[in-house]
Nanobody
Framework: QVQLVESGGGSVQSGGSLRLSCAAS????????MAWFRQAPGKEREGVAA???????TYTDSVKGRFSISRDNAKKALYLQMNSLEPEDTAMYYC??????????????WGQGTQVTVSS
């Protein structure tokens, strides 16, 4: 059974940093695209960043230059380094696996989410 468990969320002030982690188990992690999505209150879930099995990355425009996605295939781990955080980044962040790029409907496996709150 596929399991994804996120950690690392929290509350920070504007301009601060957080590093999210996602621990994966139960499948061939190294062959799958992995991604981070987020959902703010009252808004639809949106793609943030994705990484291919080979390490190719893609980001939504609003986080380019501030966020960095990475993976450690040996540890079956996914990371999201978030710098220069803004109040608009406040959301529940979800780890996802098995899809392509930031095409949300293609992802089959999802974690439970970790909350990120950025205060001004």
């Amino acid at each position: 059974q596929v399991q994804l468990v996120e950690s690392g969320g929290g509350s920070v002030q504007s301009g601060g940093s957080l590093r999210l982690s996602c621990a994966a188990s139960g499948y061939t992690y190294s062959t799958m695209w992995m991604a981070w999505f987020r959902q703010a209150p009252g808004k639809e879930r949106e793609g943030v960043a994705a990484i291919s099995p080979g390490g190719t990355t893609t980001y939504t425009d609003s986080v380019k230059g501030r966020f960095s996605i990475s993976r450690d295939n040996a540890k079956k781990a996914l990371y999201l380094q978030m710098n220069s955080l803004e109040p608009e980044d406040t959301a529940m962040y979800y780890c996802a696996a098995g899809g392509v790029l930031l095409r949300q409907t293609t992802y089959n496996y999802w974690g439970q989410g970790t909350q990120v709150t950025v205060s001004s």
